[in-house]
């Protein structure tokens, strides 16, 4: 590949992850689910960065029917955590492409994310991997890891989508 194809390829996922910063930033969680692919698989961990999440305890791991249980559950209002929203506000950086694997790439991010609430103001630190996969022309999330920094803590409620 060359630099030049490079450097697009490295825009347009950029582009792409600043627009699910935005729509989870926002609450648009119906334009979020959009972005993810039939078999997509979203995963926080908890209690260390790599551990199996089919053996040991997540903060979430769902999988693409659990994902659309968790914003209609949003959709309800009924989310006293949630009620007011969060104010949300995140930045994403270190986009770095760390694959390409025909219509797959791999690719990962640090992202801060500010929460302000009726509870408090809380400052959130990820370091996220994706698994991106070329769908209908654009471009779609078949796996998104969300690493909480901190995550080897016991944490305060964490009752938005990170």
Known sequence: MSNEAKSELLNEVSQFLYREARLQDTHEYDQWEALWTDDG???VPANGDDIDPE?????IYDNRSRIALRIRQFHTGKRHTQAPPS???RVLSNVELIAVEGDELRVT??????ESNLRADTVWCTRNEYLLRREEGGLRMARKKVVLVNNDKAL???????
């Open 41 to 43: 698989i979203y995963w």
């Open 87 to 89: 104010r949300l506000g």
């Open 109 to 114: 991010a640090n992202a801060m994310v500010f």
């Open 55 to 59: 053996t040991q305890m997540s903060i």
């Open 156 to 162: 305060f409620t964490l009752s938005f989508l990170i």
